[in-house]
């Protein structure tokens, strides 16, 4: 079993709670849109694994640090992890040709900066967007996820809300 802890779009928004609510996870998940390295950097000297992908507000210098898309399997669940997704009904062409081709059980995605966990029952994929992390947008709430990653299931999904 691992702990994941997820977030996005911090726009170079630091909040030392981060580290704070992802202290019991084995590894940190950030989808893109982090633009300052430093970010990156904490969380890396926190010694858990860092699972990250640039977003199109980070720079060039991210983008050859982070893979734009990270596929992996974990605990024997499926993942693909990019910045700019979309979601059931909603998806774009090129990216659902690609999914319907080698469908993930779990697809994690940012940029919407809008907080949602929706299952796609064509695909049989669980599609989390963190929402965003930091203060930059629209978001009236800031907010992370945390779940676990257990003999092929995905349980105990939680919202942290920062204010």
């Not at 965003?132 to 907010?143: E, F, H, L, S, W």
Request: with cysteine.
């Amino acid at each position: 079993m691992k702990k994941i802890g997820l977030f996005s779009d911090t726009h170079a928004w630091w909040d030392d709670r981060y580290l704070k609510y992802f202290a019991p996870c084995d590894e940190i998940w950030l989808a893109g849109d982090v633009v300052d390295e430093t970010i990156c950097d904490r969380l890396e000297a926190t010694g858990k694994t860092c699972r990250i992908v640039w977003g199109n507000a980070d720079p060039q210098s991210m983008r050859l640090r982070y893979p734009k898309d990270q596929r992996f399997t974990l605990e024997g669940v499926s993942v693909w992890m990019t910045h700019i997704g979309g979601y059931p009904g909603r998806w774009p062409r090129d990216l659902y040709s690609s999914l319907r081709a080698n469908p993930p059980m779990l697809f994690v995605c940012g940029h919407s900066h809008i907080c949602k966990a929706v299952f796609d029952h064509n695909l049989n994929t669980l599609v989390l967007n963190p929402g965003a992390a930091g203060t930059y947008g629209q978001q009236v709430q800031r907010t992370l996820m945390r779940f676990e990653l257990d003999n092929g299931q995905i349980r105990n999904l939680e919202v942290i809300e920062l204010g």
